[in-house]
């Protein structure tokens, strides 16, 4: 059963903690993606990877961290450094060519 | 990145057809144009992709100027499930990871 799973769905957190989502993959796509989205508001982009070890910050990247040390996964961290981490975490992935469709996760929704 | 244009809602009835018209001025000649469709707490979906004239798929159609300075997505007969938000995304050239910047998106309300 192929696709993109996000854990957990529901995370609860105290302030001053880090928290990490996880975000695995088995689709073979070399493009992952980090999306934040807050209650009626679009995506934003947090962080992006085109290949292992390496990625890019996306529009709001402070106060989290990304690795992507395996093609598969690609975790988010949330530092204490995020003033308002209160929101719905979304992760994608797709293969890196003209157009290419995103698959996204379910989601998981942080709580502080 | 070219920025989109959309409207923030729309209401409609059932068995209407829907069109949401997208603007995208400064669009690239290797740019896709991409809808997408989410429901509440969760990812988006991907709904249809063209870069001109018209794509149609069993679930909508895609209508693109020569221009290509917008796009219509178009949903026939639509039903009380298709209430969702629809975004339009442009982007996807060669090499670009960041083909998926999301807009605020249309919130469609279809009505009984």
């Known amino acids: 059963d192929g696709g993109i799973t996000q854990s957990p769905k529901y995370l609860f957190r105290k302030e001053g903690q880090n928290v990490t989502l996880s975000c695995e993959q088995n689709?073979?796509?070399?493009?992952m993606y980090w999306y934040r989205q807050d209650p009626g508001q679009g995506l934003r982009l947090i962080y992006y990877s085109q290949i292992v070890n390496d990625f890019q910050k996306g529009d709001i990247a402070e106060g989290y961290s990304v690795s992507r040390e395996k093609k598969e996964s690609f975790p988010l961290t949330v530092t204490s450094a995020q003033k308002n981490p209160t929101a719905f975490y979304l992760c994608?992935?797709?293969?890196?060519?003209?157009?290419?469709?995103?698959?996204f996760g379910h989601g998981t929704r942080l709580t502080v | 990145l070219a920025k989109t244009t959309q409207p923030i809602s729309m209401d409609s009835y059932e068995g209407q057809e829907v069109n949401i018209t997208c603007s995208h001025n400064n669009i690239a000649t290797n740019d896709y144009i991409t809808w997408y469709q989410q429901f509440p707490s969760q990812g988006p979906r991907f709904i249809i992709q063209g870069y001109k004239t018209k794509v149609t798929n069993e679930v909508a159609s895609l209508f693109i100027p020569a221009d290509r300075k917008s796009s219509t997505l178009s949903l026939p007969r639509v039903s009380l499930s298709d209430t969702a938000v629809y975004y339009c995304l442009v982007g996807g050239s060669p090499g670009s990871a960041r083909q998926l910047t999301f807009g605020s998106g249309t919130q469609l309300t279809v009505l009984p």
């Open positions: 994608a992935s797709s293969i890196i060519t003209s157009g290419a469709e995103a698959f």
């Open positions: 689709l073979n796509h070399d493009a």
